[in-house]
């Protein structure tokens, strides 16, 4: 059974830092591509970032260029998002989702057949 579960949320400070974690299982890690998605009160669910173990890193919004990161532990079968110099508009749920192939990341959520139950980040300016 694919499971995805986020941990590492919480609330922070505006100009301060969180690292969210992603565990997989039930899939052979490093044949997936894996995003990060986020989805505020009343918004779409937004494409952050993604990353293949092939492909590399595709970032997707511009409004978290520069500020956050993903990157992947293999040998954990993990994914992490770090989130640095967080603004109040970060505040949002954060989902990890896996892709249908190595390869291909989509900044779509069909894209993604598998979702964790997401993280709250609650921002305070």
């Known amino acids: 059974e694919v499971q995805l579960v986020e941990s590492g949320g919480g609330s922070a400070q505006a100009g301060g830092s969180l690292r969210l974690t992603c565990a997989a299982s039930?899939?052979?890690?490093?044949?997936?591509?894996i995003g990060w998605f986020r989805q505020a009160p009343g918004k779409e669910r937004e494409a952050l970032l993604c990353?293949?173990?092939?492909?590399?890193?595709?970032s997707y919004a511009a409004s978290v260029e520069g500020r956050f990161t993903i990157a992947s532990d293999n040998a954990r079968n993990t994914v992490y998002l770090q989130m640095n110099n967080l603004k109040h508009e970060d505040t949002a749920v954060y989902y990890c989702?896996?892709?249908?192939?190595?390869?291909?990341?989509?900044?779509?959520?069909?894209?993604?057949?598998?979702w964790g139950q997401g993280t709250q980040v609650t921002v305070s300016s």
């Open positions: 990353i293949s173990s092939s492909e590399g890193i595709t």
């Open positions: 039930g899939f052979t890690f490093d044949e997936y591509v």
């Open positions: 989702a896996r892709g249908r192939s190595k390869r291909y990341c989509s900044e779509h959520t069909l894209g993604y057949p598998y």
